[in-house]
């Protein structure tokens, strides 16, 4: 799996940190503030992916997202409000609560040691990334993003969000790499399609919350891994 590779990159929510129920448990609250109701997590999660990929090439497809969500709970709210309430219900979760997922940072700390560069590509926004950096003891007790990863690039770096493999194409720029060069990590359906579009090999570590495109994930990537830890086993 890692021969011949010289860059690992990995996607963030979902993948590394278990944040994509946390996401939809702050969309759960956000639709209750803007009159709707919604207690399927597993669903808002589905629908805001489905968003996202749709809305990918806009210049900023989460405002697109909380416009949806306007219009299907017939809020009063402006799409800049809902948005910007968005945020401001994240900000505990973002400081507090996110942490990596079991075995991630040791991953992520073996691979650096072994001489891996490693690279972050996520489609979170700019904002988020630097909460994450500096003022979630989680993460930076664990394994802070600024020793671990030589590029990271998020929303702001890129004009066309996953499945276009534009923030993949971009690494391999930087870092004058080939695509075979290179392993992605992913967790998500639009990650993988981004990891195929780009000719980089990409192994997928399981979260529920992609269990609707189970089949297709598993058609489309060339490894599949329950957890980190399975993965530390592999390549150790």
Known sequence: MLENKKVIIFDLDGTLIDSIGIWSEIDKKLIEIIGGKEDDIVKISEERDAILKKFSKSEDAYLEYCGVLKEKYN?????????????????????????????????????????????????????????????????????NFEDIFSIILSKGSVKELKPNPEIHNKIMEMLKVKPEECLIFEDTIVGVEAANSA??????????????????????????????????????
């Open 75 to 143: 809020s009063k709210m402006s799409k800049e409000e809902i948005k910007k309430k968005r945020y401001e219900i994240a900000q505990d979760y973002l400081k507090n609560v996110i942490k990596y997922k079991d075995g991630a940072g040791e991953l992520l700390k073996y691979l650096k040691a072994q001489g891996f560069i490693l690279a972050l590509a996520t489609t979170t926004n700019d904002h988020t990334i630097e909460v994450y950096k500096h003022e979630n003891k989680n993460i930076i007790e664990e394994a």
């Open 199 to 236: 000719g980089i090999e990409v192994a997928v570590i399981y979260d529920k919350y992609s269990d609707s495109n189970r089949d297709k994930i598993n058609e489309l990537s060339q490894y599949q891994f329950k957890d980190f830890e399975e993965v530390l086993k592999k390549i150790k």
